[in-house]
């Protein structure tokens, strides 16, 4: 019998059935986490996807229509930020016996079934929400109150964390100082003791304090030492106490952060507002960063996708010379870049994720520092190269406010903060090397 004729392979393979069934968001390609609606993944439950859901809901609906014009304003209205703070979900770190009863955790988890990949999920979906809109909705807390969770006395606990949900109380942190952000155990505010040991009387400046304008207490990096870093203490100031004042000051972007200098002149502070032991401060400040850059980081992420999928729309609708944009494979190879960085950058963050979670040190586990370091920096330098060809595929577009590229213009103006806030790229690569270089050794690793 003669050999059947071989068939003739296809150069293109053949599109088959996607297996993932499921589908969420914006279908385009690279917009959103793959687990979504493309590939299966270990990590996430239903519980996550009900908190994604809901989340989505949230910002499309009540924050993303009103976003721009609440960012041109530098702040959110006051019925809306009310109404925020009840919602269950900001301040999803204070937990249960500090919450009032009738605040549900996010999306109607409690709060102590929350894991990471929670944290994930929502760091990822309200970065969706641009400039500082998301500060001014739940003000500084989310980085001013961690120190008072994992520090603070049950009576400290007891009497600032519950006033959250109702603006009662509002937390800023004060590290920085016109003198320096980057080399923290240098800091000059001092807080000196009154003779009968009472108060403490705060002398100094502060920097770019985000969520100032609405903040009741600035959790405050003070000098109660010696020089460097064994002479830092943390207390928490109330900011209508007298000889405190603030006052905005005018950044490229993130206005509804607020962001503001602060001056304290003879600021009398009771001594019971010290947040761990008097000049052990550095650690507290140290330890609050790597959840910090960890979210920055996914931010990030987040905010290149935004850019990805908003400049392939518009590459697909604009037509010069007689085509759409994304005819030219120059402009196609600009999506291709932003998506395998994206992509890549994510399953890093999934994997450090899951390492934090296994960890019974969780996030003062010594494996993560550096790489949270460095996934902060690649996220930045993504941001900036997303943003960088998203404006180029608007053209003019991407430089205006309003119209279809006000999102891209507006995200422009925003991600210096998201590169030199919470540990600026220089420093923190810096950190990531020598973390590692000591990490490698302890392993055995011999030059
Ligand atoms: C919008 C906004 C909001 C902010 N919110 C807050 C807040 O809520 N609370 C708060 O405490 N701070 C806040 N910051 C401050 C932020 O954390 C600091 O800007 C940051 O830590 C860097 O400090 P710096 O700006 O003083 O820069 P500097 O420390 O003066 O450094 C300047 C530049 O030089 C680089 N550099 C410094 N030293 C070295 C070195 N040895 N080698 C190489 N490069 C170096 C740095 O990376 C940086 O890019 C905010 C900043 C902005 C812009």
């Not at 297996?19 to 990590?43: D, I, M, R, V």
């Not at 890093?348 to 370091?373: K, M, R, V």
Request: overall charge positive; charged content about 25%; hydrophobic content about 35%.
């Amino acid at each position: 019998m003669a050999n059947p004729t071989p068939k003739k392979e296809s150069l293109i393979p053949s599109i088959m059935e996607p297996q993932k069934k499921e589908t969420f968001g914006n279908l385009g390609p690279w917009a959103e986490p793959s687990w979504y609606s493309s590939l299966a993944s270990p990590y996430y439950s239903e519980s996550h996807k009900k908190l994604r859901n809901a989340i989505r809901k949230h910002v499309d609906e009540d924050i993303k229509p009103y976003m721009l014009e609440w960012e041109e304003k530098g702040e959110a209205p006051v019925e809306v930020r009310l109404k925020h703070a009840r919602s269950g979900y900001p301040f999803a770190d204070v937990p249960e016996p500090y919450r009032p009863k009738d605040v549900p955790g996010p999306a109607g988890i409690p709060v102590a079934e929350l894991d990471i990949f929670h944290l994930i999920v929502m760091t990822d979906e309200n970065s969706r929400i641009e400039g500082g809109v998301g500060t001014a909705l739940g003000g500084g807390s989310v980085i001013g109150v961690p120190p008072i969770v994992h520090h603070g006395t049950e009576e400290q606990k007891r009497k600032w964390l519950p006033g959250l949900f109702n603006w009662e109380t509002s937390f800023c942190l004060g590290i920085t100082e016109p003198s320096g952000g980057s080399d923290v155990a240098n800091i000059q505010t001092t807080a000196e003791k009154t003779k009968d040991g009472k108060h403490y009387v705060v002398n100094g400046y502060k920097k770019w304090i985000t969520g100032m304008p609405w903040a009741t207490h600035m959790t405050t990096a003070v000098r109660t030492g010696g020089p460097g870093a064994k002479g830092i203490s943390v207390i928490v100031i109330p900011t209508d106490a007298k000889g405190f004042s603030h006052r905005r000051i005018p950044n490229s972007g993130q206005k509804g952060g607020g962001a503001s200098f602060v001056e304290m002149d003879d600021v009398h502070v009771p001594v019971e507002n010290l947040l761990g032991k008097e000049n052990e401060g550095f650690k507290i400040i140290m330890t609050n960063f790597n959840k910090e850059r960890f979210i920055m980081s996914v931010g990030c992420n987040r905010k290149a996708r935004t850019c990805l999928s908003e400049s392939w729309a518009y590459a697909s609708k604009r037509h010069t010379f007689g085509k759409p944009l994304i005819a030219n494979q120059i402009i196609s190879h600009k999506l291709a870049t932003i998506g395998r960085y994206v992509e890549s950058h994510w399953a890093w963050l999934e994997q450090l994720a899951y390492h934090i979670q296994q960890s019974p040190l969780g996030w003062q586990d010594p494996e993560i520092a550096g790489q949270i370091a460095l996934s902060k920096v690649h996220g930045g330098r993504i941001l900036e190269m997303a943003n960088r060809e998203a404006q180029q595929i608007f053209g003019g577009a991407g430089y205006q406010k309003g119209g279809p590229g006000a999102i891209i213009e507006q995200m422009s103006r925003d991600l210096r903060m998201m590169v030199v806030g919470g540990g600026s790229e220089e420093i923190i690569a810096d950190l990531a090397v020598r973390q590692e270089t000591a990490l490698a050794k302890k392993r055995g690793w011999k030059l």
